[in-house]
């Protein structure tokens, strides 16, 4: 249904390309910008960065047409100052009715799932030759087929707050049938 996966195999392979591909979706964003940090060797690998803590995006897919039975983020863990203490907290509703105003909203809360998980940025891992170590993370959450079918017609919105830290690097999203 929607993804995107920074880097030259991926699907977007320059910020501008993240940017045109969330661009769409977006109803909020403090704080998240599409970007790379060429002094970070792995690091500077492109990605959605949000910085300082409360940092907030949102995305509304609205009347989604296919149910979306699985979410995926890969993410930036690494041993560097810089990125170590971030912490990113996912929220993912569906089956809710957000694009026609406040009272459809709360009317469809009753029928929404909300389904949330925070990653860190840490990586534990020890630094040799006093160089930082940087890996990609991959988080992966089958949702309850029942519900995703009920979802079909209705609005997913995905909210993405930067709870820890003052940086957080999202590598790809992925919701898929």
Known sequence: MFSFLAGSKGTTARPSAIASTLLPFIVE??????????????ARKGG???TGTGATLTLLFRNVT????????????????????GAA???????GD??????????SSKNAREVSFEISAELNA????GEDQHVSYHFGLDLDYAETNESVGKDLLLRITLTKGSKFKILGLMLCE
Do not use: C
């Not at 403090?30 to 060797?41: E, R, V, Y």
């Not at 957000?98 to 009317?107: M, W």
């Open 48 to 50: 959605l960065i949000g």
């Open 29 to 42: 964003n403090t704080g998240w910008q599409p970007g790379t940090d060429m002094d970070a060797g792995f």
């Open 66 to 85: 296919r149910p979306v039975r699985r979410f995926d983020v890969v993410s930036l863990r690494s041993t560097s100052h810089v990125w170590n203490e």
């Open 89 to 95: 907290k996912f929220v993912l509703v569906t089956g």
């Open 98 to 107: 957000f694009s026609h105003g406040k009272e459809a909203a709360e009317a």
């Open 126 to 129: 020890e630094v040799s030759n």
